[in-house]
Structure formats: C-alpha cells, structure tokens
C-alpha cells in the first residue's frame, strides 16, 4: 500500500511538473504576441488631415 502512495505521488508531481512547462510557455507565447501585436501597431492619419494638405 505504501509503495502505491509513493507511485501515485510521483505521478502527481510528474503531472504537475509537465503542466508547470506548458503554462508557461503558453503565458511567454501569448506575452510575445500581444509584444508583437503593440510595436506592429502604427497610428492612422485622421482624413481631415489629409484633405487639409491637399488644399494648402
């Protein structure tokens, strides 16, 4: 009976290491993308900025 605690806990730990990994590359992946998604963003000319150029 001890020896199949002993087995059940090392496969918990195991489990809980194994999840540990992929949360965390999830959480970088998903920190990357929206890194990504901030620096790629470029502000829009308003269109009356626009048509103010092309009377001047």
């Known amino acids: 009976m001890l020896k199949g605690l002993i087995v059940c806990f090392a496969v918990l730990f ?3 290491a194994v999840l540990h990994v992929i949360d965390a590359r999830l959480y970088n992946s998903s920190q990357d993308v929206r890194q ?7 502000p829009h000319k308003d ?3 626009d048509e103010e150029e092309v009377q001047s």
């Open 47 to 49: 269109e009356t900025d």
């Open 14 to 16: 195991a489990q809980l």
């Open 36 to 42: 990504t998604a901030i620096t790629s963003v470029t």
